[in-house]
């Protein structure tokens, strides 16, 4: 066998999905510096471990918090968010979350409207 008859290694495969509860969180109207956390949670629905490589915000003003470990078959974790309520006005942001599920990047949505503290 010539080596370009060897077959090809294939590449680590996708594991199955990655199943959020909600992909978007409302705060609808909060106060300016009010507490800004939210949770999103996921289940493993796939006969494989998940692993979220990155978990990204789309500006400095959220960040994000997630499970580390690899998330068993059948089982959930989380991604906490937290946003800075500091700046008034309406606000949209996205987390992008990269795993080795097949149906990643997952993108993820806050929004909300601070207003001014009185």
Request: include cysteine.
């Amino acid at each position: 066998m010539q080596a370009q008859d060897k077959p090809a290694t294939p590449a680590a495969a996708p594991t199955d999905s990655i199943k959020f509860e909600s992909l978007t969180h409302d705060y609808g109207t909060i106060v300016q510096g009010a507490d800004g956390k939210c949770t999103f949670s996921f289940t493993n629905k796939g006969k494989a471990p998940i692993v979220l490589n990155d978990v990204k915000a789309s500006c400095g003003c959220t960040v994000p918090e997630w499970t580390r470990t690899p998330v068993a078959p059948k089982e959930k974790g989380t991604i906490k968010v937290t946003y800075n309520t500091n700046n008034v006005g309406a606000f949209t942001k996205s987390i992008t979350v990269n795993s080795n599920a097949i149906n990643s990047p997952v993108v993820l949505t806050i929004k909300g409207i601070v207003t001014a503290k009185q």
